[in-house]
């Protein structure tokens, strides 16, 4: 099994630039959600969503947009890349509410 | 909201001395789980706590919930090299929350 596969694992955009990071999971879970990982915060939420066709904000959601059009993948995507997005990016998925959370290997993006 | 507070943010010890990391939420939790992060890499789930009072051992690990759940230990005995990563709690809270909510980490420095 893959797991939660994230791409890419680097990137470096220009301030103002969009992309789009991946995130794909072959458990068939349900749920998936997007972290942001920065020093002394911890992992905040970004967007998550409980099935597809389904999705909601978290605790940092400005900046960033989200579809889930199938169960296996949760893209985000920055609009126009600012400085202070600059991140480790973590995709993770769970089966049912309360069980163990998969984590990808994350991306770690540099805005400049 | 619900918040996921975590105390200490950085421990340093000397190898074969113990270790304790606390967890406090905001409200009362239906279970809360615990990650280990290695340096660079992402987390991983080490266990899960349901019930009140309950008490989980994993080798050198004890895990603890408190009695109203809305707080958590870890305690690592005799500490090794291998112990040295970011310790999470995350906390799902009551019906119809699909959110994890992770504290901001306890960052375990080993000194050999």
């Known amino acids: 099994n893959a797991g939660v596969t994230q791409t890419p694992k680097f990137q470096v955009l220009k301030t103002g630039q969009s992309m789009t990071l991946q995130c794909a999971q072959d458990?068939?879970?349900?749920?998936m959600s997007w972290y942001r990982q920065d020093p002394g915060m911890g992992l905040r939420l970004i967007h998550y969503?409980?099935?597809?066709?389904?999705?909601d904000q978290g605790e940092v959601p400005n900046g960033y947009n989200v579809s889930r059009s199938t169960t296996e993948d949760f893209p985000l995507r920055l609009l126009s890349a600012a400085p202070s997005q600059t991140s480790v990016y973590f995709c993770?998925?769970?089966?049912?509410?309360?069980?163990?959370?998969?984590f990808g290997q994350g991306t770690r993006l540099t805005v400049v | 909201g619900q918040q996921v507070m975590q105390i200490p943010q950085y421990q340093h010890v000397q190898e074969g001395e113990d270790f304790t990391t606390y967890c406090n939420s905001s409200?009362?939790?239906?279970?809360i789980q615990w990650y280990k992060q290695r340096p660079g890499g992402h987390p991983v789930f080490l266990i899960q706590?349901?019930?009140?009072?309950e008490v989980k051992k994993q080798k050198r690990l004890t895990f603890q919930f408190g009695e109203a759940k809305k707080n958590s230990s870890l305690h690592i005995t005799a500490t090794q090299t291998t112990d040295v990563g970011t310790y999470f709690c995350?906390?799902?809270?009551?019906?119809?929350?699909?959110?994890?909510?992770f504290g901001k980490g306890t960052k375990l420095s080993v000194i050999p």
């Open positions: 993770a998925s769970w089966y049912i509410r309360g069980t163990e959370a998969f």
């Open positions: 706590l349901v019930k009140s009072g």
């Open positions: 409200t009362t939790l239906s279970n």
């Open positions: 969503s409980v099935g597809a066709g389904i999705t």
């Open positions: 458990m068939n879970h349900e749920y």
């Open positions: 995350a906390g799902v809270s009551g019906a119809g929350s699909y959110q994890l909510t």
